[in-house]
């Protein structure tokens, strides 16, 4: 589901940026490496976002005013502090549950891939536009939820949902932003997604800061729902893209990218092969040719659309009636 002028164009971007990720790579391995690759006031603005996210009840609050409180929360940006509270890996796992398994279908109803996205409100769904590309395969296209294992290993019962174009679908062309959202239909019964909650999208910048890692809930090859946790060092930000050094593989396009506080940052949408002589290289080194299939590419880096990109553009749109009210509940956040 990854097109190769989707890979090109990124690599192309990776390429013309080699001079400025060399100098933050650099930068982040000196003594206080992400204030030196970033400017201070995105530290600062980052270093804020972190001490509001810090979830408090009226008996800790006050908690906040304390100054260890605000030195943690700039040691947790500025020095990686991996020390987290608990309640982490349950604000993950809520996350992860508005994650969908994409079955990308043609007019005809033939099954010709597969994608991730996620849920941004109890109605919407947001994916790529090459995964999705227009209103006929978005309305053959389904999909499947939760698409994950239980606590034994055995896979969850999957629920099969519908996509309405008709009702929601705005694009933007892959040579663009590359994303997709449409309407995610009820079930015949009734049943509607919303039981499986949403990401809500942050318009504003200062979720995250060179040197940072993030995390991808994925649906690599269209298997069970993974995520890559940790060690996936954020390289670059610049424009409208983020470069990240993480684990995806096909199907992963229109996966989430998301900071420590579980907010979405980015959507991933392509790979940045190696390359040599202007060809792809394979993981063993040689030359990959397309019979081997994009699990055989040797990955180097990744794309994303950042956030706050998407919510500027759909803020944009000319919409009207049911369409403009879908789109609020969205950009409102």
Do not use: C
Request: a neutral charge.
């Amino acid at each position: 589901m990854l097109p190769p002028t989707v890979v090109e164009v990124t690599e192309g971007r990776y390429r013309d940026r080699a001079a400025e990720r060399s100098l933050t790579i650099k930068a982040l391995r000196t003594v206080g490496g992400i204030m030196n690759a970033n400017d201070a006031s995105t530290v600062q603005r980052r270093t804020r976002r972190v001490i509001a996210a810090v979830s408090v009840n009226p008996t800790t609050a006050t908690e906040l005013e304390k100054p260890k409180t605000r030195v943690s929360a700039l040691e947790r940006v500025v020095f990686g502090d991996d020390l987290m509270n608990i309640n982490y890996l349950g604000l993950g796992i809520k996350a992860s549950r508005p994650v969908a398994r994409i079955q990308v279908r043609d007019g005809s109803g033939t099954q010709i891939g597969w994608g991730s996205g996620f849920m941004i409100s109890d109605d919407l769904l947001l994916t790529n536009n090459h995964v999705l590309p227009d209103t006929t395969v978005a309305g053959a296209s389904r999909l499947q939820m939760p698409g994950e294992d239980d606590l034994d290993g055995n896979p969850i019962a999957v629920q099969v949902f519908n996509l309405d174009p008709g009702r929601f679908y705005v694009t933007s062309p892959e040579d663009k932003l590359d994303y997709t959202i449409v309407a995610v239909a009820p079930q015949a019964d009734g049943t509607t997604v919303s039981t499986y909650g949403f990401n809500r999208l942050v318009g504003a910048t200062g979720k995250l800061v060179k040197g940072e890692y993030v995390s991808i809930i994925q649906f690599p090859n269209g298997g069970q729902k993974q995520i890559a946790l940790r060690q996936n060092q954020v390289v670059d930000i610049f424009d409208t893209f983020i470069h990240y050094e993480t684990d995806t593989a096909p199907g992963s396009s229109g996966a989430p990218v998301l900071n420590d506080q579980w907010e979405v940052v980015a959507l991933h949408h392509s790979g940045v092969p190696e390359t040599r002589n202007g060809k792809w290289v394979n993981i063993d080194g040689g030359i990959w040719k397309e019979e081997e299939g994009e699990e055989r590419v040797h990955w180097i880096a990744n794309e994303g659309i950042r956030i706050s990109a998407i919510v500027a553009d759909l803020k944009k749109r000319p919409l009207q009636g049911e369409k403009a009210s879908l789109r609020k509940k969205v950009v409102s956040g």
